[in-house]
């Protein structure tokens, strides 16, 4: 049996709990509060002393309101004290700002070869590349779609600013080869989770949208009917 587990720890717990029957707890707080050394006059003075001292040397931060910055509180020469202080008094100071070695573009490009494929952990034997794409969908398509929708996903309304990364392109009626204005639009990341299901309804739903907001036309099939006026 593991060190530390009782051989029978409902008799255990019953033991416990037998022998403090009848017993008051202590009060607690009037013993915090006669025996507070906060209350002892030498005491607060010399807390006092070594806080002050603790400001003066960048030990200690006085609290400020969220968001703002050092510079804003104390100016921009006392903020840099303050900075270089804290540098000086931790053992981590060769890890802060630019001293920090994964700001190095060199180093970087280590980490990123470091995860890279069969080294990454969430590798699934490249899985994500055996979708066959058309040629076309690549870096300059996608931002023309995102720029077209006004960097908004269509289906919340969410902002990519909002979202802290690209949105998403998402090709309507999920025919990957059929990589073109009309059948693709942008998503959040939450969005484009959800239409993985229900394509169907996903694809009229798309289709509608895209047809009252850039005028192009789709069959009573779900098929596109090409619009030269349209094209980007």
């Known amino acids: 049996m593991p060190k530390g587990i009782a051989k029978n720890p409902e008799k255990k717990a019953e033991k416990i709990r037998n022998s403090k029957l009848g017993k008051k707890r202590p009060d607690l707080s009037k013993r915090n509060f006669e025996n507070n050394p906060m209350d002892n006059p030498e005491t607060r003075l010399k807390m006092r002393k070594t806080m002050k001292e603790n400001y003066i040397n960048g030990k200690m931060v006085p609290s400020r309101t969220k968001g703002l910055k050092l510079k804003e509180i104390f100016g921009e020469k006392k903020a840099d004290e303050i900075r270089k202080k804290i540098r000086e008094n931790t053992n981590r100071s060769h890890l802060i700002g630019d001293m920090n070695p994964s700001k190095r573009l060199d180093v970087r490009d280590k980490l990123r070869l470091s995860k890279l494929r069969e080294k990454n952990p969430s590798w699934n034997n490249g899985s994500s590349f055996k979708i066959d794409y058309s040629p076309n969908f690549g870096r300059i398509f996608k931002r023309a779609i995102r720029k077209r929708d006004n960097y908004v996903c269509i289906k919340c309304g969410k902002h990519q600013e909002k979202e802290n990364r690209s949105l998403s392109v998402h090709h309507i009626n999920y ?58």
């Open 175 to 232: 025919d990957k080869k059929l990589t073109i204005p009309q059948n693709c639009c942008s998503l959040c990341r939450k969005c484009h989770s959800e239409v993985n299901f229900n394509r169907l309804h996903w694809t009229k739903f798309f289709q509608s949208l895209l047809s009252e907001k850039y005028g192009y036309q789709y069959s009573n099939h779900n098929e596109i009917l090409l619009d030269i006026k349209n094209e980007m």
